[in-house]
């Protein structure tokens, strides 16, 4: 069976986390026999029997008549993400940076970082409202065989929205499949000249969403040493982050990424890799081992793959509360949460407490884990797939039963 998957349109730009996710899924049909294709363009994918439209937050209206006309059945992977809940403070931050820099002060609010730390919520004040979904893919949701999601909490707030959809839910693996750690070399240490285990790491495009930005404000007074890496950069917020940190952070930063020319400004070092287009998975994963902390405090994350990397590598981790995170450190029949105290959860914008983790949590050494989902492999995650399509497919192409 040919399996088709269509990418978002920009994918060839801002590589992350979902393109990840779904060539680990091919990997695994690949190796039960099926033969996977991608493509950002529908037409590209017309001779396929079955085919994932991904990334509902682009229209898929277009992409689903073409499918209907072919008479083609798919599913929808829609990396789900409930905007009611991060859309307006975290467009807010930024707002509101930009207005303590200028001190234009609303009415009755006396503007500071301090500000920030003890009324987080006040950011929701200076974001925009969330705008409510168009329901634009409405159809495409209607006719899907089913809608895959990545945990119980993506599949309640699809079903929120899109009360009929057929929702079926399959964990994702570790992003980076690292054999064992004990065998990652100490790149990053080459790189930044840091000692193990002295500095705070964030991994992840440099984007809103990702909330750098917080991870600066809440450290500016600690004197561990903050390092990013990340592939790709949003232009705008990078020069957002450049200049928070120029304002706020007194100990070093590091900005590793092949996007920007190095350069040192102050307490703010930028590195570029040379030759790179991404950042080479070994120096990724150098820079977990010698990290004294991982802190990702992203407005939303579905899970965030990068948690699951640190978790591999031991790391004590400050987490955001806005994640589908914890559902993958519960037991999946009963709910039970199944970790020790190694993860912090705080609300992203939640400056002072994402501080106090820091402080409480910094070098701590954690044993092994045996959580089941980090041991999750591409072959079991093929298999699930492959379940799902032979579910609603009937099993082979000739028997695809007609969905529309």
Known sequence: MNVGFLLRSDANKIWGGDIICLKLMAQGLEALGYSCKFSSRIDHLLDCHFVFLTYSLYPLIDSYLALKKANIPYAVIPFYENDEQFFSSSRGL???????????????????????????????????????????????????????TNSPTESTNLKRDYEFVKAETIFWPAGLMTSSPKNVGDDILKLTNLPSKSYLLQVGR??????????????????????????????????????????????????????????????????????????????????YKHAGLYLHPAFQELPGLTYLEALKFNLPIVASSWTTLKDYLSDPASGKYLLDERVTFCPPHHLKDIEGAIKDQFGKVFPDLSLPILKKSTAELGKETARLITKYTKGSPCQIKTLY
């Open 94 to 148: 930024p707002v509101f940076l930009y207005m303590l820099e200028k001190q234009k002060a609303s009415p009755g609010i006396n503007l500071s970082i301090d500000t920030l730390f003890e009324r987080p919520f006040i950011l929701n004040i200076f974001g925009p409202k969330t705008p409510l979904r168009t329901k634009m893919n409405q159809r495409v949701f209607e006719n899907a065989a089913f809608c895959l």
């Open 206 to 287: 440099i984007e809103m969403r990702k909330n750098q930005l917080s991870s600066v404000l809440a450290t500016k007074n600690l004197r561990h040493p903050l390092v990013f890496m990340a592939s790709r950069c949003n232009p705008h917020i990078l020069e957002l982050l450049k200049k928070t940190i120029l304002n706020y952070r007194k100990a070093p930063t590091y900005i590793i990424t092949p996007e920007v020319p190095s350069e040192s400004l102050g307490p703010l070092k930028i590195i570029n890799p040379e030759n790179a287009y991404k950042l080479p998975n070994e120096l990724i994963q150098s820079a």
